[in-house]
Structures are given as C-alpha cells and as structure tokens.
C-alpha cells in the first residue's frame, strides 16, 4: 500500500527530501509516520503526522531540521530532511495506521502497514 522513494547519498549539511505515495485513499488512516533503522540499531522513530487536524510530532534530534507534511489530494506524505548530519544515515521507512488503529504515534507497533525502505546516506 505504501511506497517510499526519495532516498540518495549527500553530504553533510545537505538536503533530500523522502515521499510516501498510498495506493489507498488516505483516509483510510488516522497518521501516518517515518521511522528509520541503522545497522545494528533498533527501528526508531522519526515523524509522525495525524491525518485529520494535520498535528505533527518529531523525534527530538531531528526537530527544526526535518519537517513531514502531507498532500491529501495526492494520498502521499513528504519529509524534508535539511542539515542531514551522517547520524542521520539510516533505511527510512514510511508507515500508516488504519483508521481505527490506536497507541502511540512514537511506537512502530502502532503501525500497521509498511513501505519498503529507502536508504539514505549522510557523508561526512
């Protein structure tokens, strides 16, 4: 249902900005969300938007550097990635919640569907 594209290799301090195109209408779900995992590392949280209302929630050490929105005419989300710092090296994933879905937009259990991953490579 989700397919995340965007992903590339830039240097630190540059930008690159990820899209989460839905083959479902959107409304389907209640947020939807980019977590990303390193080698070794637990998935973890990145972003997260409601889909009605549009409140946005961010991981703390992306805050003021990456910003998810989405676009409902499209059924897709974006996150802009400014000042990409080489911690930020990551696969990003984009995930949504079934509308009736509830728990914690932070929590990767919370989601229920899932894309595929998109590799994103900071340079120092």
């Known amino acids: 249902q989700l397919q995340a594209s965007g992903g590339g290799l830039v240097q630190a301090g540059g930008s690159l900005s990820l899209s989460c195109a839905a083959s479902?209408?959107?409304?389907?779900?209640?947020?939807m969300g980019w977590f990303r995992q390193a080698p070794g590392k637990e998935r973890e949280f990145v972003a997260a938007?409601?889909?009605?209302?549009?409140?946005?929630y961010h991981l703390d050490s992306v805050k003021g550097r990456f910003t998810i929105s989405r676009d409902n005419a499209k059924n897709t989300m974006y996150l802009q990635m400014d000042t990409l710092k080489p911690e930020d090296t990551a696969v990003y994933y984009c995930?949504?919640?079934?509308?009736?879905?509830?728990?914690?937009?932070?929590?990767?259990?919370?989601?229920?569907?899932w894309g595929q991953g998109t590799q994103v490579t900071v340079s120092s």
């Open positions: 479902v209408r959107t409304s389907s779900y209640n947020a």
């Open positions: 995930a949504a919640r079934w509308v009736e879905d509830s728990g914690s937009y932070y929590s990767h259990r919370s989601y229920r569907y």
């Open positions: 938007i409601r889909w009605s209302g549009g409140s946005t």
